[in-house]
């Protein structure tokens, strides 16, 4: 980096200020930048902002193989590195999708994630999905693959142990979860070698998901939230006519409004004094800059932390309508609402 670039960064955000989470191996910053750009960013348009996050002070980068970035991605991060950024200073993290479940399937998807990274390990690596239910892009929230079932702890256990092996062979730091429900947790925690690290679920103030939130806390599993602004930018096909808009709520508004910032800063801020790890996604570089100095200064007052805790509105918006399977009830078939697994057939 040079010098121009690092009196940049060191104008918006102190690196020093920025909090924590202890994860078995190493020490995740509390803010990450998502890498989902959705239908409205190109994957170059992402790769630009995470170089640019980078320069003011993001060292937490959410990466999958689904996003079909990584490869530029790893570019930007060679970049970072070639100007004098450490890797050990970067957490990176990755994520296996639904169609390289199977053992030899997840060693290799771990391996191409690293080569398109160019990082050599990566930091925490999740199962993206706890399903092998495969979607082509794009496809309409009615499709339906033939080969899609309900959870299949055995596949689970197969996918984990593979993910197991990935610390043995040091190629990742630690592993995680991703879109759990507490039945499946309990499955998981029962058989598993490593518990998960971390998991990666929907959290934003209209779906705190409190449960599974105090669950993962009580059994030492790090959270980290993704949608953290209410995703305003998700895809078309994942809207809903019932799906409400956190920055738009007024609890949210008037706080931010004495705070004198965006609603957007104060889902933020909301997250990390909460004790969960947000990963907003933006390319616009005053929205990127403003996002990572939201957590750094002028923290949230007890009230109104306890004021955001009742707006709760259990609003999934990524609802996973694309993993459901033929003979699908609906998208809460993936959620066990009930507190049961849904039985496959």
Known sequence: ???????????????????????????????????????HVSHEQMAEAVLGAADIGYRHFDCAEVYANEDLIGESFKELMRNGVKRE???????????HHKPGDVLEACQR??????????????????????????CSVESRSPDSHPYDHGEMMETWEAMEALLEKG?????????????KMDLLLRDASVKPAANEMELHPHFQQPELFDYCRQKGIEVLGYCPLGSPGRPERDRTPQDSVDIEDSVIVTIAKAHAVHPAAICLKWAVQRGHTPIPMSVNPRNYRVNLEAVTKDPLTEDEMNAIAQIDKACRLIKGQVFLWEDAVGWEDLWDMDGTITARS
Do not use: E
């Open 171 to 183: 190629l990742v730091r630690n592993i995680g979860t991703s879109n759990m429900t507490i039945p």
């Open 113 to 138: 994630s690293i080569d398109n990274l160019c990082c050599d390990y990566i930091d925490l690596y999740l199962v993206h999905w706890p399903f092998r239910n495969f979607h082509p892009p794009h």
């Open 89 to 99: 200073a970067l957490w990176i993290n990755s994520k296996v999708w639904n169609d």
């Open 1 to 39: 980096m040079d010098t121009k670039n690092q009196s940049q960064a060191q104008a918006a955000v102190n690196i020093q200020d920025l909090p924590h989470r202890s994860l078995p191996q190493g020490k995740m910053p509390a803010i990450g930048m998502g890498t989902f750009g959705s239908d």
